[in-house]
């Protein structure tokens, strides 16, 4: 058995989808806003295509679709500082911390794994 | 234990309305508490007034009504998630100058806050999504 730290917040919202092929990523992040705006200390976890919301300079573009990237430009307004991204998956992505448009820490397998535990909630969009 | 749901699936359009309402019934059929049924997403298409099936196909709303009338178990819609998918009771119709209205109770609209506080307030919150 492995020791589990101690709670690093009350919600881990886990953000899986990419921000225009359907709208989970999008109402994932309202989630998490909402939480936040209640007082909840609020994680975000990207894994998979979810990773891709954070590329830089994305636009609104002609989708027809408002896009993610002005909602991740307002956590810092939310206090939502704790961003994580499976490393994998940004490696997979051929991405680096670099091309981001915002700071966050790239979690190993065995830190990924940890995540759920130290959350007292976690959504899954 | 207490349980609640998180419904993010659409009704008909995927297996996830039809496994949460299983999943629910077999919560309860078990001795369990289920705290509630959050619609969000896609899943808030299952608040759907008018849904009318075949016959021979399960009736999704007359689920969720059973569990509200036997168990008393509260179905909350996302009122912004369903709002744009047309999804409105007789309030918001009036509110928006809609003809007709498509959510009733026991449906109740209601915000993301009350998903967060039913997370936090059960045991176990379990997800039916794509």
């Known amino acids: 058995m492995t020791d589990v730290p101690p709670y690093h917040g009350d919600l881990l919202v886990i953000l899986r989808h990419g921000p225009h092929g359907s709208s989970l990523l999008r109402e994932g992040l309202d989630a998490a806003l909402v939480a936040a705006a209640f007082g909840r200390d609020v994680s975000l976890l990207f894994m998979g295509e979810g990773i891709s919301a954070l590329v830089r300079d994305q636009q609104v573009g002609p989708l027809g679709q408002k896009g993610t990237a002005a909602t991740l430009q307002m956590l810092e307004m939310y206090d939502i500082d704790r961003l994580l991204v499976d490393g994998e998956g940004l490696a997979g992505l051929g991405l680096a911390p670099r091309d981001l448009m915002l700071p966050v820490e790239v979690l190993d397998s065995s830190a990924m794994a940890v995540q759920p535990k130290v959350h007292r909630l976690v959504l899954t969009f | ?130």
């Open chain 2, 1 to 130: 234990m207490r349980y609640a749901i998180l419904l993010l699936g659409g009704p008909y359009s995927a297996q996830a309305a039809h496994s949460a309402l299983r999943f629910a019934r077999a919560v309860l059929a078990r001795g369990h508490r289920l705290e509630g049924v959050f619609f969000y997403h896609d899943g808030v298409q299952n608040a759907a007034r008018l849904m009318a099936p075949p016959q021979d196909e399960p009736h999704l709303v007359d689920g969720w009504v059973g569990l509200n009338a036997e168990q008393g178990v509260p179905l909350m819609v996302c009122i912004a998630a369903a709002l744009r998918r047309g999804l409105m009771d007789e309030r918001e119709a009036t509110r928006h100058g809609k003809q007709g209205h498509s959510v009733e109770a026991p449906f109740e609209l209601t915000g993301l806050g009350q998903l967060v506080d039913l997370g936090l307030g059960c045991d176990r919150l379990v997800t039916f999504g794509p």
